[in-house]
């Protein structure tokens, strides 16, 4: 099972291992946090893309669009899905104020995806 959750919400035993998916360490968490137990910096979009977003909802669909290609040739994927596969639950935490709309989200569906389709090539 895969969740998500801000990096600022209390830390909870259920969320399992906590994977921080964002670029840049969030402003005002101490790095040693247990609400972070990984930094997976570079499976978070580039930062051409993140400033370009700017967290303006009227940008989601486009931000979605282009972090979705960024996600299909990023070499972190794979990993996440053997994090993803061994750790029940992962919790992928993020920094953004949007809890809908924002990048753990967008990650979140497409480890899921990639997951399902990992499962089905082996029976």
């Known amino acids: 099972m895969i969740k998500i959750k801000r990096v ?14 964002d670029r840049l360490w969030p402003r005002g968490v101490r790095r040693s946090t247990p609400n972070v137990e990984m930094w ?5 979009p580039s ?6 977003y700017m967290h303006d909802p009227a940008k989601w ?3 979605k669009t282009r972090y979705l290609s960024e996600l299909k040739k990023n070499h972190m994927v794979e990993a996440m899905l053997d994090i993803a596969t061994v750790n029940d639950p992962v919790t992928l935490v993020y920094s953004s104020c949007d809890k809908k709309r924002n990048n753990a989200a967008v990650l979140k569906a497409f480890v899921q ?5 990992r499962s ?4």
């Open 61 to 63: 669909k486009m931000f």
């Open 40 to 44: 997976m910096r570079d499976i978070a």
């Open 113 to 117: 995806s990639k997951l399902r389709s």
């Open 8 to 21: 600022y919400d209390p830390f909870d035993v259920t969320d399992g291992l906590t994977i921080l998916v």
């Open 120 to 123: 089905r090539r082996k029976c």
């Open 47 to 52: 930062d051409a893309l993140r400033k370009r």
